[in-house]
């Protein structure tokens, strides 16, 4: 018995239509325009996984929030995980974009890290 899934590839601004179908363990995608796209397919039915972006607050700096994202994706039914611990982060600035601001969040093997830089503010 096959399995057949339909997917947008969201790797690059292509955005080519997979089509993949799953058969006795086997993985046929079909519908890329790249070897990007052939990966996310096979990856999308074996182990989705997605970057997680959000906010963390921040002292002494000219915003409130400091925007922050997974280094690497991160299995989906983990996202929940991630969001969770990012509740009640608080940092102080001055912030360096890449800078780690949670390691191994939520036990995931991957690093949380601000994406920009954010600069101390005497207030």
């Given amino acids: 018995m096959s399995e057949v899934y339909e997917f947008l590839c969201i790797r690059c601004p292509k955005g080519c239509r997979l089509?993949?179908?799953?058969e006795e363990g086997r993985v046929t995608v079909d519908g890329y325009e790249c070897l990007?796209?052939?990966?996310?397919?096979?990856?999308e039915v074996k182990n989705p996984k997605r970057?997680?972006?959000?906010?963390?607050?921040?002292?002494?700096a000219k915003y409130p929030r400091l925007p922050v994202r997974t280094a690497e994706p991160v299995p989906k039914d983990k996202i929940l995980d991630v969001i969770n611990a990012l509740k009640g982060v608080v940092v102080k600035a001055p912030v360096k974009r890449g800078?780690?601001?949670i390691e191994n969040v939520a036990e995931t093997g991957v690093d949380v890290i601000a994406e920009r830089d954010m600069?101390?503010?005497?207030k």
């Fill in 36 to 43: 990007e796209g052939k990966k996310y397919g096979e990856e």
């Fill in 51 to 60: 970057i997680v972006t959000s906010t963390v607050r921040i002292l002494n």
């Fill in 99 to 101: 800078q780690v601001i």
């Fill in 119 to 122: 600069e101390c503010v005497e």
């Fill in 19 to 22: 089509k993949v179908m799953v």
